[in-house]
T-cell receptor
Framework: AQKVTQAQTEISVVEKEDVTLDCVYETRDTTYYLFWYKQPPSGELVFLIRRNSFDEQNEISGRYSWNFQKSTSSFNFTITASQVVDSAVYFC?????????????FGPGTRLSVLP | EPEVTQTPSHQVTQMGQEVILRCVPISNHLYFYWYRQILGQKVEFLVSFYNNEISEKSEIFDDQFSVERPDGSNFTLKIRSTKLEDSAMYFCASPRSGTQYFGPGTRLLVL
């Protein structure tokens, strides 16, 4: 069975600090996808990134970067120079290849508060 | 980001009443999904719908729930007799290019 763990329930940082959100996953599949979504206070789920299991290259997008390490089954997300607008709940998710039903599993989320 | 729309954005209903939540997924997509998020909890899969049929459903999706495609572009999630524990955010979603895109959600409150 697939499982996603986000051990940090809540994190508070002061604006301009860097922050890393942890994600650890479990799956028996050799082909799978990992995602990060942002849920701001307004409630919608905003897609941030998708990474497939064959691509361990780290990715950077502006202030966001992702570190995928298959050896430790982790897909961590770092926000550099955090801003108040980054305050949200962040979800890590895992899916089998192209299956978004039973096998699309979300972690419990990490609530990030960025204080001015 | 591809657009998925949902109506209403908020709905308040009395326990035992029927509610219908509506979704317009990404154009021309045959697959769409419904998920639920109880306040403060993680997002959970409810049901997937492919080519006018349910293709997969979770344990949450019991006989009180149904999905329909009343016309070519709209999909609905119906809860026949709402319970207090149905209070949640309901998201529909469509995949595109291997990514699941979610609508803005309907926040349902059952009193």
């Amino acid at each position: 069975a697939q499982k996603v763990t986000q051990a940090q329930t809540e994190i508070s940082v002061v604006e301009k600090e860097d922050v890393t959100l942890d994600c650890v996953y479990e799956t028996r599949d050799t082909t799978y996808y990992l995602f990060w979504y942002k849920q701001p206070p307004s409630g919608e789920l905003v897609f941030l990134i998708r990474r497939n299991s064959f691509d361990e290259q780290n990715e950077i997008s502006g202030r966001y970067s992702w570190n995928f390490q298959k050896s430790t089954s982790s897909f961590n997300f770092t926000i550099t120079a955090s801003q108040v607008v980054d305050s949200a709940v962040y979800f890590c998710a895992l899916s089998e290849a192209n299956n978004y039903g039973q096998n699309f599993v979300f972690g419990p989320g990490t609530r990030l508060s960025v204080l001015p | 980001e591809p657009e998925v729309t949902q109506t209403p954005s908020h709905q308040v209903t009395q326990m035992g009443q029927e509610v219908i939540l509506r979704c317009v997924p990404i154009s021309n997509h045959l697959y769409f999904y419904w998920y639920r998020q109880i306040l403060g909890q993680k997002v959970e899969f409810l049901v997937s719908f492919y080519n006018n049929e349910i293709s997969e459903k979770s344990e949450i999706f019991d006989d009180q729930f149904s999905v329909e495609r009343p016309d070519g572009s709209n999909f609905t999630l119906k809860i026949r007799s709402t319970k207090l524990e149905d209070s949640a955010m309901y998201f529909c979603a469509s995949p595109r290019s291997g990514t699941q895109y979610f609508g803005p959600g309907t926040r349902l409150l059952v009193l």
